[in-house]
């Protein structure tokens, strides 16, 4: 079993910077995907950014370019910077963890954090 706990949310400005950090616990070992994914009320669930067991890293269009997100396997550390933001990346973030394929639809992965807001004001 995984637990994920989500942290670094906060208001800002548009254009401002925010990092988000999501801590793992349990059995999770370096193969796992890992992502960060984002509700904004009244919308649907949308997967922003994955990182495989690999190193390898996919981000949705709209905030590729302005995030990044990063893993620390020793310290079963997820991260996401977010630079540049907009108004429009105003949501609940929430991270992830699969452990099979890796990818930006919400289907695969298995264990999920609480969330943790993000409001960005124009």
């Known amino acids: 079993q995984v637990q994920l706990m989500e942290s670094g949310g906060g208001s800002v400005q548009a254009g401002g910077s925010l990092t988000l950090s999501c801590a793992a616990s349990?059995?999770?070992?370096?193969?796992?995907?890992l992502g960060w994914s984002r509700q904004a009320p009244g919308k649907e669930r949308e997967e922003v950014a994955a990182?495989?067991?690999?190193?390898?890293?996919i981000y949705a269009d709209s905030v590729k370019g302005r995030f990044s997100i990063f893993k620390d396997n020793a310290k079963k550390l997820l991260l996401l910077q977010m630079d540049s933001l907009e108004p429009e990346d105003t949501a609940t973030y929430y991270c992830a963890a699969s452990r099979g394929r890796c990818g930006l639809d919400q289907i695969l992965y298995t264990y999920w954090g609480q969330g943790t807001q993000v409001t960005v004001s124009s």
């Open positions: 349990g059995y999770m070992d370096r193969s796992y995907c």
């Open positions: 990182i495989d067991g690999d190193g390898k890293i």
